[in-house]
T-cell receptor, first 112, second 111 residues
Framework: DVKVTQSSRYLVKRTGEKVFLECVQD?????MFWYRQDPGLGLRLIYF???????EKGDIPEGYSVSREKKERFSLILESASTNQTSMYLC???????????FGDGTRLSIL | LAKTTQPISMDSYEGQEVNITCSHN???????ITWYQQFPSQGPRFIIQ???TKVTNEVASLFIPADRKSSTLSLPRVSLSDTAVYYC????????????FGGGTRVLVKP
């Protein structure tokens, strides 16, 4: 079974802080994604990566950046956290096109 | 923004069949349709995937018409534990085959 591990289940930070959300997968998948999930809006894609050091913007990249230095780890960075970034953040991975995505259990981030 | 459309919510009773339809007019030629289930405080979990016609596994069936512009997830004889949000996922041709989730359908199964 694919295991996708997000570093924190719950996180509380203050406005203006730099925030790192980490995601690690154990199946050597090339493709990794970061989503945020908000009530009534479903899952929205922030960034994705098809290979090490490669990244592409999703639907809502503003205010975020990502880092993929190793294949198994994909980090989401909030350079200067704001209250409108309070959300559930979900990491996902899959092996190749048209294969199912495997999700972590999410990080519930609160920005005060 | 998502280019798929699903009903926001559906209610059902234990033992009934639940059918959820997803519209995806801009599906890419080579893309599959995938459905996920999500419980509170968990990540989405894969249910079923198909390309055309009908696919069935131990938990659900997926019906896809010839034009592939919609798909219907069928959950036979639901139980209380099937209460969840169900998402359909397809490629978005208008956005260069970027994967796009639908808005999700909240299914409530009542006793």
């Amino acid at each position: 079974d694919v295991k996708v591990t997000q570093s924190s289940r719950y996180l509380v930070k203050r406005t203006g802080e730099k925030v790192f959300l980490e995601c690690v997968q154990d199946m050597d998948h090339e493709n990794m994604f970061w989503y945020r999930q908000d009530p009534g809006l479903g899952l929205r894609l922030i960034y994705f990566s098809y290979d090490v050091k490669m990244k592409e913007k999703g639907d809502i990249p503003e205010g975020y950046s990502v880092s993929r230095e190793k294949k198994e780890r994909f980090s989401l960075i909030l350079e200067s956290a704001s209250t409108n970034q309070t959300s559930m953040y979900l990491c996902a991975t899959y092996r190749e096109s048209n294969q199912p995505q495997h999700f972590g259990d999410g990080t519930r981030l609160s920005i005060l | 923004l998502a280019k798929t459309t699903q009903p926001i919510s559906m209610d059902s009773y234990e033992g009934q069949e639940v059918n959820i339809t997803c519209s995806h007019n801009n599906i890419a030629t080579n893309d599959y349709i995938t459905w996920y289930q999500q419980f509170p405080s968990q990540g989405p979990r894969f249910i079923i995937q198909g390309y055309k016609t009908k696919v069935t596994n131990e938990v659900a069936s997926l019906f896809i018409p010839a034009d592939r512009k919609s798909s219907t997830l069928s959950l036979p004889r639901v139980s209380l534990s099937d209460t969840a949000v169900y998402y359909c996922l397809v490629g978005d041709e208008a956005a260069g085959n970027k994967l796009t989730f639908g808005g999700g359908t909240r299914v409530l199964v009542k006793p």
